[in-house]
């Protein structure tokens, strides 16, 4: 066994064991290219290791394997990206998410569903967790008990690589989850540490009794409170394992690079079966240390990096999204060219929200002044809600600055997305509610949040704003499949057992087949939302002042409307507005008088004069077209 030297030794050794062993030239290209940084990765997460060195040969020859049997077309796949870089920033971009079985019933339905999603526009499609897991409740499918069998209800691996194929040919990338921060308690890694095969005794956290896990405890927090209290679970046999999210969700442990190399086997088998994008899931809680609060840790993003180096050097086309709930601040420390190149952006969901809420766009405009920026190379996936519950992630700092204080805030944002709050229109239930730290997250459908649930007036408008930011304000926007027909919560899952525990399945509902007859019916919900969101949708795509990410906060001097100008390249900009507010607004003439008086309204398709000023209705949105003076 070698350790790990520092300096070019070891990567030379390791670049011309490649050419003996008759690696090929574009191969070895990449190896020259990427080797060094996941080298020097590698002396940093595991310098201390005896195996050091042979792990990371391995772990090449593991690359230079997987790029030999990448398929041709991936390959040309691969050059394409690399010949496009910003492929992703285009205006053209727009992700739809959903779950294989309730959108579909498999994933042949999802083939069948592919003119649908052209219809709509879709450039990207986020399947949720669709791998082998246990039966019953699974998470959603997030505790994966094979990454190279898809659950048997669903389909094949052959059937998900041919639709892999078939979405590429209609414009429409494939994104998966890659859950590597845990696996189930039925994967067999799990099940050979458990039994203590050799090889797998340190794959996982495994404790002989409670002095470590209370010893981590004492700086971790509870994610999952409702299924078990802190970070570990115990086994049969009395000991206990690190389980941050479900009991049946076991964490890996990446100190041992046995685990990197593991991991990274499964990541390149679905990269060779035509994911273009993988979403990153958990990515805050992949390294542990004693003594932290083992979230966002220095480890995590050289983990992270290490893997993306593996990737540059066997597929090279793929990008990784990253998913961050956490402080905004820690959001985009995981956002770069060499760690992930998109993620969500859980802070402007977030704060739309809460906008919406309060009538109050300040700190959403707050946000986009001083968080939005992004590193070249990369993106936000805007979205107006996920599979998961909404959580306040706002900066209290930030928020103290408009005289809001942190907790009382998040307090109210919960009671009134829950509807406990008086005169609130929207109708969510609670998620992961801890009487003892007084925190719980809210979890609800768009429509039923906005107000369509309860027969608010403003709820169509607000489904409408919600999504007009998030296609708006750069990068990739992201839809939850069901909500441009303004589908409801679900409250079905209370009383299917593997749910009923998990209020996340309100917002998880079986395709809505009726409001998606409805949807060119304008005498019905369905019908309006649907007409309203494809305006949006066609207008974003034909409008290149919506690529890339730059954005000028535009002070529209009314507290509850939300300004910016995105900048295009011949000099013109689209000025974005939203009035979160429940009464119409004047924008006065002097606030406009900085651009010239002729506008298109994007939206409406008609020229427009600013010189009067302009008003915007309750939960109004704008896109005009304007040329700055
Ligand atoms: C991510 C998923 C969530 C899941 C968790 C554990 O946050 O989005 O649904 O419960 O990871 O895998």
Known sequence: MTPLSPGSRDVARILSDLTTSGADREFLANAELHLPRLHELFVQLYGDRPDGLERLASVVDLARRSWSERPPALKALDRDRESTPDWFESERMLGGVCYVDRYAGRLSGIRESIPYF?????????????FESPEGNSDGGYAVSSYRRVNPALGTMKELAELAADLRRAGISLVVDFIFNHTSNEHEWAQKAVDGASGFEDFYLIFPDREMPDAYERTTREIFPDDHPGSFVQLDDGRWIWATFYHFQWDLNYANPAVFEAMAGEMLFLANQGVEILRMDAVAFIWKRLGTTCESLPEAHLLLQAFNAVLRMAAPGLLFKSEAIV???????????????????????????????TRDGRLLQQALERRHALPEGTAWVNYVRSHDDIGWTFADEDAAELGIEGYPHRRFLNDFYVGRAEGTFARGVPFQENPRTGDARVTGTTASLAGIEAGDAGGEDRVVLAHALALSSGGIPLLYLGDEVAQLNDYGYRDRADEAGDSRWVHRPFRPAQEYADRTDAGTPAGRVFARLSRL?????????????????????????????RPGLAGSSVLVLANVGDHAVHIAALTLSGLAPDAVDLIEGAHISLRPGRTLPAHGVAWWRVALR
């Open 537 to 565: 949708i066609d207008v974003r795509r034909s409008t290149p002042e919506f690529a890339g990410n730059e954005l000028i906060p535009f002070d529209a001097h009314h507290d509850a409307v939300v300004g910016f100008l």
């Open 327 to 357: 402080h905004p601040d820690e959001v985009v420390s995981y956002i770069s060219p060499e760690e992930c190149q998109i993620s969500y952006n859980p802070l402007q969901m977030a704060l739309t929200w809460e906008a919406l809420a």
């Open 118 to 130: 052209r219809e709509l526009g879709l450039t990207y499609l986020h399947l949720m967790p669709l």
